[in-house]
């Protein structure tokens, strides 16, 4: 069964920002790309570093430490290993940023 839990003010992170959050033992990347949002485990699928501070083209985000490129929008690495990594649902309510686990 899934849940939403609350992670952030919307004005938190402004487009062309990314934050980091913790939901549990979660780490979640959360991108906004041109006033659209896209959560994402933080961690790079080669050795689980974060990737909340790569570099984003559009509505991808380039792994800071080994370059993989990720979708945001899948969380397919396009550019590199056939890996993946979790994405989740988000929604907004009251100016709030909630993360469906």
Not at 16 to 34: C, M, P, Q, R, W
Not at 63 to 69: A, G, N, Y
Not at 75 to 91: E, Q, W
Request: glycine share 6%.
């Amino acid at each position: 069964m899934s849940e939403k839990v609350r992670v952030a003010a919307l004005n938190e992170i402004p487009p062309g920002k990314s934050l980091a959050v913790k939901i549990a033992e979660t780490d979640i990347a959360l991108f906004n790309v041109d006033g659209r949002l896209y959560a994402v485990r933080n961690a790079c699928p080669h050795r689980n570093l974060p990737i909340h501070d790569g570099k984003r083209d559009g509505t991808k985000v380039v792994c800071p430490w080994h370059s993989w490129i990720i979708e945001l929008q899948t969380g397919a690495v396009v550019a590199g290993p056939d890996f993946h990594i979790k994405t989740y649902p988000i929604s907004v309510t009251d100016d709030y940023i909630h993360i469906e686990i």
